[in-house]
Nanobody, 126 residues
Framework: QVQLVESGGGLVQAGGSLRLSCAAS????????MGWFRQAPGKEREFVAA???????????NYADSVKGRFAISRDNAKNTVYLQMNSLKPEDTAVYYC????????????????WGQGTQVTVSS
């Protein structure tokens, strides 16, 4: 069982930056692949970024095309935390952002994740 708590959301002007954090409970955090998703009002939850569990070959990372070059996902296994650094924010990035965990490879689909946080609101003003 993994419990996830997101933080770091807020209101920011277009072009600004935010860093989201997701703190996980449990002693096996490093064995979980972690993902960030977002959901805007009236829209389905969508993939943003994912990072693999720790491995001998390093972390694998994947991004949605809409955030490539602007967002960066990272993890600190000593702190049981995954981060999402968001730069050059746009009004269309406005959404509730969720972190999620699953024991597997880097995945993009909502149904492939087993554990979810409660979400944190990000609002980007124009």
């Amino acid at each position: 069982q993994v419990q996830l708590v997101e933080s770091g959301g807020g209101l920011v002007q277009a072009g600004g930056s935010l860093r989201l954090s997701c703190a996980a409970s449990g002693r096996t955090f490093s064995s979980y692949a972690m993902g960030w998703f977002r959901q805007a009002p009236g829209k389905e939850r969508e993939f943003v970024a994912a990072i693999s569990a720790i491995s001998w070959s390093g972390n694998r990372i994947n991004y949605a095309d809409s955030v490539k070059g602007r967002f960066a996902i990272s993890r600190d296994n000593a702190k049981n935390t995954v981060y999402l650094q968001m730069n050059s924010l746009k009004p269309e990035d406005t959404a509730v952002y969720y972190c999620a965990a699953q024991r597997g490879l880097v995945r993009k689909e909502v149904y492939e994740y087993d554990y979810w946080g409660q979400g944190t609101q990000v609002t980007v003003s124009s």
